[in-house]
């Protein structure tokens, strides 16, 4: 089993920054894959951006340039760094750990952008 909490969302306004955290823990194995998914008030859920243990990066078109997925191995974290924010980035953003058949979500953190 894995458990993942977020933290870091929160009211911001258009143009602002925020840093969304994400722990990881239980039975962590190398060679995973960490992301950040949103979900909109009346959409479906979407991929903001994925982080293999190796390092290697794969981003939404909506977040390009503006957004940056990283983690910290040793912590068993991972990080979206968001940046320019606009109001259109408002929804609750969920933390996602897979390994093959292995595939777990956090319960969310809310990050709305006024306009």
Known sequence: QVQLVESGGGLVQAGGSLRLSCRASGTIFSSNVM??????SGKQRELVA????????N?????????????DNAKNTVYLQM?????EDTAVYYCRFTRGVYDYW???TQVTVSS
């Not at 992301?35 to 909109?40: I, K």
């Not at 994925?50 to 990066?57: K, M, V």
């Not at 981003?59 to 983690?71: Q, V």
């Open 59 to 71: 981003y939404a078109d909506s977040g390009k340039g503006r957004f940056t997925i990283s983690r």
């Open 35 to 40: 992301g950040w998914y949103r979900q909109a």
């Open 106 to 108: 956090g319960q969310g």
């Open 83 to 87: 940046n320019s924010l606009k109001p």
């Open 50 to 57: 994925d982080i293999t243990s190796g390092g290697s990066t």
